[in-house]
């Protein structure tokens, strides 16, 4: 069985560790693959794109996919920063509107719309209109694993059942202890008011699909 996340933190912004750490902790804590998305924004996504870039097929290990958190970015700049992330062949990840930080209204609009975006991280309060957008264009709402981000959780999989947008849960890793067992995560989608069908759904199907747009 595969075990995927596809959020993670390292010190390229505000993570703990190294990525070459990151992918080995990962892999021992029973992940086949993972995502590595740090934070950028209009300063730092050049760099960044360049530095992760280096990952791509540096691991003999588990899948390593290279990509970016665009975070407090201004929502009218978010389409040019996506799509720069998006050519360079990364996976692209908005901060989203998370009731715990004080992120721009107008942020979920901009990604969801983007068509650049494959995640929508942590988005809070989310819209029914923007459950449809997301939807509309192929973006996966994510379950938060974070402490904070996640008090939402519920919301997001209740309209996110109503529309039939696509899920996936994220441990948003920044320091090791924060990586998901596959029981936590099991745990989590149950704690979301979702059924045990929707396990499979989230953790292997969704996963598969999104993994499939960067591992061939
Ligand atoms: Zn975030
Ligand atoms: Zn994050």
Do not use: C, W
Not at 51 to 61: C, P
């Amino acid at each position: 069985m595969s075990f995927t996340d596809f959020h993670m933190h390292t010190i390229l912004s505000d993570g703990f560790l190294l990525p070459s750490e990151l992918v080995r902790r990962a892999e021992a804590n029973g992940y086949t693959s993972i995502a590595i998305t740090d934070h950028v924004d209009v300063s730092t996504i050049d760099r960044v794109i360049i530095e992760l870039s280096k990952m791509l097929n540096e691991s003999d290990m588990i899948d390593v996919i290279p990509g970016v958190e665009i975070t407090h970015v201004l929502p009218s700049r978010i389409p040019e920063l996506a799509k720069k992330a998006k050519q360079a062949g990364l996976l692209v990840i908005v901060h989203g509107e998370t009731i715990v930080e004080p992120v721009r209204k107008g942020t979920n609009f901009a990604a969801l719309n983007s068509g650049y975006v494959d995640i929508l991280a942590h988005p809070g309060l989310i819209t029914e209109e923007e459950v449809k957008l997301a939807v509309e264009n192929d973006v996966f709402l994510e379950l938060s694993g974070r402490k904070g981000h996640s008090f939402t959780n519920g919301h997001v999989a209740r309209l996110a059942k109503k529309y039939n947008a696509k899920m996936l849960v994220n441990s948003d890793t920044h320091t090791p202890s924060d990586m998901l067992s596959q029981k936590r995560v099991s745990d989590l989608i149950l704690g979301a008011g979702l059924k045990e069908k929707d396990i499979e759904v989230i953790t292997q199907i969704n996963a598969s699909e999104l993994r499939k747009r960067f591992i061939k």
